[in-house]
């Protein structure tokens, strides 16, 4: 899990970021909760969030926002926030130029900034968002909603309210042929407290049912050139014992 340094555009931004030995393998970046309310990319959930990805074969990227950390800048409300998962994103698909599978995921005001990314990054093809911050933030711009994706969500969280979370996902399951699912998890509060075991289980459960095929084809595919260079190298010896 090394750390990574990188220029945004407010300066320096620090992240970690786990490559995982296939070059194709899926990329995920990962965003942390709000920066004046204590939010790191240390944050017990995005750590675990991106723990999960890495064991499920993505190669991921966890930033600091600006000003968090050893990230340069000051906090600019969401929008110079943006810019810098944006970058981040840059700099992800930069280093990993042969994957077709773009995934971003967000916890609490991480996961708006997720979920405006996906409005402006056509190469996002699924998304997590975690307790994202409805009755804080407006939503709206999820008209529509263009990728599948995860949300979940504590029943005993007080910041946010779980049915506003509901009534957003309900509204985007809604949407023909794109998949949202909803997953809550009884007797979390908004940080999952003493509930961390059972989101890393939904978010694990949630990219087995998702890529386990992809992975299971490329799988195959690689059988299938080993096959077919074995039968090769074969044909040549034999050649060579005829001749």
């Known amino acids: 899990m090394p750390e990574v340094f990188f220029n945004g555009p407010s300066g320096r931004i620090e992240g970690r970021y786990t490559e995982s030995n296939?070059?194709?393998?899926?990329?995920?970046?990962?965003?942390?909760?709000?920066?004046?309310?204590?939010?790191?990319?240390?944050?017990?959930?995005?750590?675990?969030t991106y723990k999960t990805l890495v064991e499920h074969g993505f190669t991921v990227l966890r930033v600091n926002f600006r000003g968090v950390g050893r990230s340069q800048g000051t906090f600019d409300?969401?929008?110079?926030?943006?810019?810098?998962?944006?970058?981040?994103?840059?700099?992800?698909?930069?280093?990993?130029?042969?994957?077709?599978?773009?995934?971003?995921?967000?916890?609490?005001?991480?996961?708006?900034?997720?979920?405006?990314?996906?409005?402006?990054?056509?190469?996002?093809?699924?998304?997590?968002?975690?307790?994202?911050?409805?009755?804080?933030?407006?939503?709206s711009f999820l008209s529509p909603c263009p990728i599948?994706?995860?949300?979940?969500?504590?029943?005993?969280?007080?910041?946010?309210?779980?049915?506003?979370?509901?009534?957003?996902?309900?509204?985007?399951?809604?949407?023909?042929?794109?998949?949202?699912?909803?997953k809550l998890i009884n007797g979390a509060d908004h940080f999952f407290r003493n509930k961390i075991e059972e989101l890393t289980q939904v978010l694990g459960e949630f990219l087995q049912l998702k890529f386990s095929n992809q992975s299971n084809n490329q799988q195959f595919v690689q059988s299938n050139i080993r096959d077919i260079e074995e039968t090769i190298q074969e044909t040549k010896r034999q050649k060579v014992f005829l001749d």
Do not use: C
């Not at 995860?150 to 023909?176: C, F, W, Y």
């Open 148 to 182: 599948p994706g995860l949300i979940v969500q504590g029943d005993q969280d007080s910041i946010v309210s779980e049915e506003a979370v509901v009534e957003l996902a309900n509204k985007l399951s809604k949407q023909r042929h794109i998949q949202v699912d909803y």
């Open 22 to 48: 296939n070059k194709k393998a899926p990329l995920a970046l990962v965003l942390h909760p709000h920066p004046l309310y204590g939010g790191t990319m240390n944050n017990k959930v995005v750590y675990n």
């Open 77 to 139: 409300n969401g929008i110079g926030e943006m810019t810098d998962a944006a970058t981040a994103l840059d700099w992800l698909q930069i280093n990993n130029q042969y994957s077709d599978i773009n995934l971003i995921a967000g916890f609490s005001f991480g996961a708006w900034i997720a979920m405006q990314l996906i409005m402006r990054r056509p190469e996002i093809n699924h998304f997590i968002a975690i307790s994202p911050p409805v009755n804080k933030y407006d939503f």
